[in-house]
Nanobody, 126 residues
Framework: VQLQASGGGLVQAGDSLRLSCVAS????????MGWFRQAPGKEREFVAA????????YYADSVKGRFTISRDNTKKTVYLQMNSLKPEDTAVYYC????????????????????WGQGTQVTVSS
């Protein structure tokens, strides 16, 4: 499986961005997907995840109510709609394929994902 993330950029606080992550391979619809981010000098942190069918989503507290994860299995694409962006959202954002189809206790941890995209930079100025 290969993942290609896009949609990052430089925006001002309060603006919106939509990230996309396109996957190759025929098993995209079998697995949950996640978005993580990593700011300079910090560890990679969980942002959001979605089950294989898209009916279950899970968010980090820091983005809940502002970010929305979705997926289109026919297009093998997962999205992250980011609204009301803040300077602290500045990071490289990564999409990843989970080892399982659903949301579970391991969803929060990077080690629970097998495949990663190359990352897309999001910079929010104040």
């Amino acid at each position: 499986v290969q993942l290609q993330a896009s949609g990052g950029g430089l925006v001002q606080a309060g603006d919106s961005l939509r990230l996309s992550c396109v996957a190759s391979g025929r098993t995209f619809s079998f697995y949950a997907m996640g978005w993580f981010r990593q700011a300079p000098g910090k560890e990679r942190e969980f942002v959001a995840a979605i089950s294989s069918s898209g009916d279950i989503t899970y968010y980090a507290d820091s983005v809940k109510g502002r970010f929305t994860i979705s997926r289109d299995n026919t297009k093998k694409t997962v999205y992250l709609q980011m609204n009301s962006l803040k300077p602290e959202d500045t990071a490289v954002y990564y999409c990843a394929v989970s080892r399982v189809s659903t949301i579970y206790s391991g969803t929060y941890y990077p080690g629970s994902y097998d495949y990663w995209g190359q990352g897309t930079q999001v910079t929010v100025s104040s």
